[in-house]
């Protein structure tokens, strides 16, 4: 199980923070802390995996973010390995080309997409086109309703004019 | 640049990223949270819009770290909005800025049921997201049976039934009593069949988390798992987009491999055959490619099979060509497969007998101790600890002594206990053995616990032809010009057995043995001067005839500790005196120690009772046993055949240890200073060295009683711990070897080790805490408050109230130093084990010479300094009595430990010392400090000080600080600043912080 995923990026910001397990914001804080000065000092050459309070920490970096997910001791890391390129692809997709700064200034498109790759710290679709498919539909729900939104206030204007 | 599609929230965002500091960013932050405040609170003004805006511009400050202790309400209302766009916000924002354990979530049950059981499928999608995140009890009691309704409808589309799925999971997972999954079985068989594989994939995970609460009622499930497996391992009909790097859905092989695991056998002849082709095809048809990602998903299904392998136990034939496998693994570039061919390899050992094949491997696991990175080589040495039997022990041992010298901090505590570990269990000799916890001794003192030279002494002790040998070894020691203090006792203690062995060998003659030891007593702490003043009674006995010179010279060391503040050194030195002088009786007395009965080990006790559910160790023990007839075996030996045990006197102090079945009557000779163990059988931790050693004698004897009544003992009682648990380290004695260096333990007992690390910058300094809990289950009600005394602002991070087992937390305290004093802080560190509640009061090493910066003079620059500072209150100079007799040099020694430096040759008279310091604090600033010390050579017990600064209380507080360490009173309540100083203020004892604390307030 997937205890929480952090974006951190290089200089040691937070970009994205998902919980899964319950801690408080002074934990969260902590958590970050010791992780981002545990990750962001290893070498380029060295496995993806570190070992943190008796779990498990899987990362990737990609450019100048690291991707982080936080697993239980006898979880299969490789496998969650790939669940964080396989969100990394699914943003890619949304975006095209997805940069940090997409996710600095979308950073609620990220939690939705993550909502529709993971529920309960476990992967729930492992198809990048189904996801892209509900995610699209969210999307295009959200617009209908600001053009309708859009329309009733022109109505509205209209007939107070 | 990719806009958030909301303007005020984009702007907000630049803003954050422009600050140029945290401070910046918090007054932001703050206007900000003003802002959203004020606007919330008249809500009626908010349009759908900008009320969306602002919970998602908390939610980002929530993210930055932020506390946001407002607003939830706004947050979990957007959930009843009857529109999408804010139905979705309002359950992302709550779902990220609640957890499970928030009140506030309970006012959303009805909405939130609601929308479940509504006819909306992307109101559903949402409800089912949120409780699947972060749905607690309440929400399992009231909401459980709906999901479940809709995990089995048939009407319900496959993007909520896989929500739905995981949902389940999430509130069987967190509440397994509350989710009814009676009769689930049929209804799992029905998932299982499911063709959409995301909604598969979902099933899966729930049902490994069914199979792993109670695989009985599953066994209908186990033949669809391995069909499940067939169809993905021949990509029948898996459609394009369930391949990832053409491989059928990885992660779904992988769940129905780890689901497969909770069932411990399977029975069915067809299905295993089935099964195995499937594993079969696995192992033998993954290659290793250039792709990346391609690669680390056919090694995520590879490693789950081998997995499922090992477990199923299968045919000789595939086992041995796992361990093939994994040889080649941990011997490939690519750092990934290598740490996970490292872990399996070890995983492997607890479940089958594959030990001598993957000795096989034993050089290139020991090249991956050396592998550049940390991962790596922690999986290294937990395979190394776990390969180890008599027929490598010597060769893993050694790596790891190697290894010692260049370990991380973190690990070597570590090391050092499994290196002691496998030294003893599988020590082809056991000239050896000694050889290996010496040398561990000398390279990691630090991290040797005391059990570990207890063990030592006991073995060599039990074997007479190591005597000579263990003498020989401590003596080379000694040359060196700086050892640890551990290497101290060990030595001092084994010189005093049997240095008379080695008498005719150069350099060893009981005057040279007693000059080397003596040497070193002034650098030493009070637990072992104890250990020194027995050594040295031995020396004289064994010395015979006697040497008049040697013998005078001892007993001016006796006597002169004969008023010792330390009622144990006290006590030795009358009474080593008054035996000293009854000539014959002195040789029965004194007389080598009998030997131990046997006993299990001590170490190796810990070590099950700390690790007892780790596999690796009961692989090791279960193959110790195998093997028992190699392993060091103390002797047996019959009391009656030693008529002298009576009265043999004790060399080792006793630690105030005990386990927490600790008894009453063991707690009032402990008062008394020298411990008698009440019941040597009871198999205590440290009995097994306790009881033999103890002043009155053989186990058995009830020295007791007599002990308790005997009015000779007149000592300072120590006031009582009423903690059920004991520390197994002397805090006194660990606070005083902090107070001059920067890292170390703090704390330990049998489940909690307190350890520290410190940087002092000027006036500032940062320790660290580092709160381990050594015990397998969580420690609950963890506290750490700290009693700042008026002149440190203290400022300790939050510490979690639970400590996960086996794990370390570290707690940051940020320390600044206002004025000069030697108050002390204190650290109250409370757990509850059990239903006892464990408090320590701990003096935390931030003390007056933290603050000191090492300078060095020059004569041109120390002597006009020294002549402003002309008089009182700024100069003072102080005649002192009662020195603990040192050299010069020791003298100097003591002074640059605290970082006062001496300038040699400053001082015209050879017989002074010049030192100097920079001292730090906020109302000081930089103030230098100016001492110089007036031995006379006649007599080393006293000595003139003077003592300047440009501040009188720094000026005070330094001369009083030095005096402490010049007469060795360990650290003492005293009275407040600016008192007449009184030199022999009433000792505090070492186990006794609560008294210290009343003596701080």
Redesign the interface.
């Known amino acids: ?1 997937i205890h929480f995923v952090l974006l951190i990026s290089r200089q040691g910001k ?1 970009r ?5 397990s ?9 958590v ?1 802390r ?1 992780l981002s000065g545990m990750i962001l000092s ?2 380029p ?7 943190w ?2 779990f498990k920490v899987v990362y990737k970096r990609y450019a100048s973010l690291y991707f982080c997910m936080c697993i239980n001791q006898e979880d ?4 969650v ?3 964080i ?2 969100y990394v692809e699914i943003l890619d997709r949304y ?1 095209g080309s997805v940069c940090e ?2 996710l ?5 498109k990220a ?2 997409i993550l ?1 529709e790759v993971l ?2 710290g ?9 996801v892209a498919r ?1 995610v699209a ?2 999307d295009s ?2 617009d209908a ?2 053009e309708e939104a859009a329309s009733i206030s022109n109505i509205i204007a209209q007939a107070t004019k | 640049m990719a806009l958030s599609g909301m303007r005020g929230l984009s702007v907000f965002i630049s803003e954050i990223r422009g600050c140029q500091n945290k401070e910046q960013e918090r007054l932001r932050v703050d206007k900000e949270l003003g802002n959203i405040r004020t606007r919330f609170k008249n809500e009626k003004g908010l349009t759908p819009y900008e009320k969306k805006k602002y919970v998602w511009k908390m939610l980002y400050i929530f993210m930055l770290g932020y506390d946001v202790d407002f607003g939830h309400m706004e947050a979990v209302s957007l959930i009843s909005a009857p529109k999408y766009p804010e139905k979705q916000v309002g359950y992302l924002v709550t779902s990220c800025l609640l957890n499970e354990n928030h009140d506030f979530l309970r006012l959303a049950i009805n909405t939130i049921r609601n929308d479940i059981i509504g006819r909306n499928e992307t109101f559903q999608c949402l409800a089912l997201t949120l409780v699947g995140n972060i749905g607690g009890r309440e929400f399992a009691e009231s909401l459980a049976p709906d999901v479940q309704k809709l995990l089995i409808s048939s009407s319900c589309r496959p993007l909520v039934k896989k929500k739905a799925a995981l949902c389940l999971l999430r509130l069987f997972r967190k509440n397994p009593d509350v989710v009814n999954v009676d009769g689930w079985s049929d209804r799992m068989a029905q998932l299982l069949d499911e063709r959409n594989l995301g909604v598969l994939t979902s099933s899966m995970s729930l049902f490994v988390s069914l199979v792993s609460n109670n695989h009985e009622a599953y066994w209908s499930c186990l033949p669809k798992c391995v069909k499940v497996l067939e169809i993905l391992a021949r990509n029948q009909d898996v459609p394009q987009e369930y391949t990832y790097y053409g491989i059928p859905s990885p992660w779904l092989q992988v769940k129905t491999m780890r689901a497969l695991q909770y069932f411990p056998t399977i029975e069915d002849p067809n299905t295993r055959r089935a099964l195995f082709e499937v594993l079969q095809r696995v192992l033998m048809g993954t290659d290793v490619v250039k792709n990346v990602n391609k690669n680390n998903a056919s090694h995520a299904v590879l490693f789950e099979a081998l997995a499922l392998v090992m477990h199923l136990d299968a045919e000789k034939e595939m086992m041995s060509q796992c361990v093939a496998l994994l040889g080649k693994f941990i011997a490939v570039r690519e750092p990934n497969i290598r740490y996970l061919g490292l872990e399996n390899m070890t995983r492997m050992l607890m479940v089958t007998d594959v030990q001598e094949i993957i000795k096989r491997h034993q050089a290139q696991i020991i090249t991956s101790l050396k592998d550049p990175d940390i991962s790596i080589r922690r999986r290294a040495l937990d395979l190394l600890y776990a390969m180890c039997d008599v027929s490598n022990a010597k060769d893993i041992v050694e790596e790891l002594l190697q290894y010692l010298g260049t370990a991380e901090f973190t690990m070597r505590e570590e090391l050092a206990l499994k290196a002691a570990i496998l030294a003893e269990k599988f020590a082809p000799d056991l000239s050896w053995y000694v050889d290996v916890i010496l040398q561990l001794i000398d390279k990691a003192g630090d991290f040797v616990s005391d059990d570990i030279w207890f063990r030592v002494v006991q073995f060599v002790t039990n074997n007479e032809d190591l005597q000579p040998y263990a003498a020989l070894k401590a003596r080379e020691y000694l040359d060196k010009p700086a050892i640890h203090e551990t290497m101290m006792k060990v030595s001092a203690y084994l010189l005093g057995e049997y240095s008379h062995l080695l008498s005719r060998r150069p350099g060893c003659s009981p005057k040279e043995i007693f000059g080397i030891i003596h040497e070193k007593l002034p650098t030493v702490s009070t637990p072992t001067i104890s250990i020194l003043l027995s050594s040295y009674a031995k020396i004289l006995m064994h010395s015979q005839p006697p040497d008049p010179e040697l013998q005078n010279q001892i007993w001016a060391i006796f006597s002169k500790y004969e008023t010792s503040i330390d009622a144990e050194i006290q006590q030795r030195a009358v009474e080593y005196f008054a035996l000293s002088k009854k000539g014959a009786a002195l040789i029965d007395i004194l007389a080598e120690m009998p030997k131990f009965p046997e006993r299990e080990s001590s170490l190796i006790k810990r070590a099950e009772d700390t690790e007892a559910d780790t596999a690796e160790l009961s692989a090791i023990k279960s193959r110790a046993q195998q093997q028992a007839s190699n392993a060091l075996v103390v002797t047996d030996q019959q009391p009656a055949n030693h008529p002298l045990q009576v009265t043999q006197l004790a060399m080792v102090k006793i630690p105030s240890i005990n386990e927490e079945n600790n008894h009453v009557d063991q707690e009032v000779t402990q008062t008394n200073g020298s411990l008698g163990e009440g019941e040597p059988q009871n198999g205590d931790i440290f009995g097994d060295l306790l009881s033999p050693l103890a002043i009155e004698g053989p186990p058995g004897v009830s020295g007791t009683e007599t002990l308790s009544e005997d009015g000779a003992l007149a000592l300072a009682p120590i006031g009582e711990q009423e903690n059920a648990v004991k520390p197994i380290v002397d805090i006194a004695e660990i606070f005083h070897a902090l107070c001059v260096k920067d890292s170390g333990v703090l704390y330990e007992d049998p489940y909690v080790q307190i350890g520290i690390k410190a940087e002092w910058r000027g006036h500032q300094g940062r320790l660290v805490l580092f709160l381990g809990n050594k015990t397998t289950s969580s420690l609950d009600s963890v506290q750490a408050v700290i009693l700042s005394p008026s002149h440190l602002k203290l400022e300790l991070s939050s510490v979690p109230e639970v400590i996960p087992p086996r794990a370390q937390v570290q707690c940051p305290l940020e320390v600044v130093n206002l004025r000069p004093s030697r108050d002390v802080a204190v650290l109250d560190f409370s757990y509850k084990f059990g239903t006892s509640l464990v408090d320590n009061k701990l003096r935390l090493p931030a003390v007056l010479n933290k603050f000191f910066q090492p300078i060095t003079l020059s004569a041109e620059e120390f002597f006009p300094q020294w002549r402003t500072l002309a008089a009182p209150p700024l100069k003072l100079q102080e005649v002192v009595r009662g020195v603990r007799p040192m050299s010069l040099g020791e003298m100097a020694n003591l002074l640059n430990s605290l970082k006062l430096i001496v300038s040699p040759g400053l001082d015209p008279n050879a017989n002074n010392l010049v030192a100097s310091t920079t001292f730090y604090s906020e109302s000081t600033r930089s103030m230098l400090c100016l001492v110089r010390i007036e031995t006379d050579p006649a007599d080393r017990t006293q000595l003139r000080m003077t003592v300047a600064s440009g501040d009188p209380t720094l000026t005070f507080e330094l001369k009083e600080l030095i005096k402490e360490q010049l007469i060795s009173i360990p650290t003492a309540s005293r009275p407040p600043v600016h008192q007449q100083p009184q030199p022999t203020t009433q000792p505090i004892s070492s186990s006794d912080p609560g008294a210290l604390l009343a003596g701080l307030l």
């Not at chain 1, 600095?104 to 609620?108: R, V, Y």
Request: proline fraction near 1%.
């Open positions: 199980m937070v994205l923070t998902k919980w899964y319950p801690y408080s914001q002074k934990e969260r804080s902590k970050i010791e290893r070498g050459k060295l496995c993806n995996f570190v070992e309070r008796g299969n890391e490789l496998e390995l790939e669940i390129h396989h975006f700064l997409d600095i200034f979308n950073f609620h939690y939705y909502d529920i309960a476990e992967l729930q679709e492992s198809s990048k086109k189904t509900l539909a969210q729900l959200v309703a600001k």
